[in-house]
């Protein structure tokens, strides 16, 4: 799946980005590309260091992505 960087923010050595999957156009934890239009969210924080990513704090919201392309359940809440 391609990203689409959403936000980014930057101040001194860290910066961060959020982040927004559109479609699932390839095999994902066991579960065949379908096509379908997904809403996968995220944000990734770096620190950077002599001009090059450091280290890197992701999460993501893959419970969510998986209930939508069917490899769990959906919940009710």
């Known amino acids: ?13 860290q910066g961060g980005c959020s982040l927004q999957e559109p ?3 390839g095999e994902y934890m066991g579960t065949p590309a379908s096509g379908k239009e997904v809403q996968l969210t995220g944000i990734s924080i770096y ?11 992701s999460v ?3 419970y969510g ?11 009710e809440q």
């Open 47 to 57: 620190r950077i260091e002599g001009g090059k990513i450091a280290q890197e704090w």
């Open 23 to 25: 479609s699932h156009q």
């Open 1 to 13: 799946m391609l990203s689409t960087i959403e936000d980014i923010i930057a101040e001194g050595t």
């Open 65 to 75: 992505l998986m209930a939508q392309i069917g490899t769990v359940a959906e919940t």
């Open 60 to 62: 993501e919201d893959e």
